[in-house]
């Protein structure tokens, strides 16, 4: 037997596990809570909302891409838990990962008699008030984080899931289900017109902030400054 937290695990992985072995799998969420002690939350930084010039679509318009792109006329729902194809699809950027602006969330988009429905799953203390209103505006339902594994275990439809994003016990926990390649991860990589000018700014101010950074070092050579942490500090100033 193994023991360990499904949620720590993508289906891909398990499924080689499974497929190398005879092993039999336990779900133990609470397996080092005795000895990690110091195990840090949840962050519950506030996420920020993109301009509407910075994007080519609308959030609303994004989320029913993926569940317009599957070709299904019955009741389903597709899965989508990457962070950057959740970021992608609701023009937000967070700050729950360093150095990657993406906040610790699943998403739910469902057709259910015709209806479409997008749901968000993330603490609620991560909006901001811009967020609020971008979300009810685009009619984005936010529900708690964790209550993702009750309502996916309660959708008796199909639902489709990409299965090196999704983790192992969201797998266990649908009843119906089809692994698909996702249209947010193939079509965040096609860039428009107004995403590649925006990456082209934000590449000259990075630029420019670095030939400053240089200059600073070759004319400061040998002061205190350059010899400790308040380096770092400066740096950040360009």
Known sequence: SLAFDF???????????LNSSSIKLVNEEKLLDDIW???????????SVLPDNATHMASNKKCYKPLSSIKCKDTYGVLITALDDIAY??????????????????????KVNGVNTYTLYMSKEKLSLQAKDK???????????????????????????SPSK?????????????????????NKAVKRKVEINDSKKAHIKDAVAMC????????????PLIKDNKLNNTKNTF
């Open 7 to 17: 949620k720590v695990a993508n289906v891909s992985f398990v499924s080689n596990l």
């Open 37 to 47: 002690t110091n195990r840090p939350k949840l962050s519950k930084k506030k996420i």
């Open 89 to 110: 699809l609701l023009n937000c950027r967070g700050k729950d990962i360093k150095y990657n602006p993406v906040f610790n969330s699943f998403m739910f988009l469902s």
């Open 135 to 161: 979300f009810a505006e685009q009619e984005i339902i936010v529900k708690p984080y964790n209550k993702i594994y009750k309502d996916i275990a309660k959708f008796n439809h199909k639902i489709y899931y």
């Open 166 to 186: 999704t983790n192992y016990l969201l797998y266990t926990l649908m009843t119906n289900k089809k692994a698909v390649e996702l249209w947010p991860t193939l």
């Open 212 to 223: 400053k950074f240089i200059y600073y070092i070759k004319n400061n050579t040998g002061i």
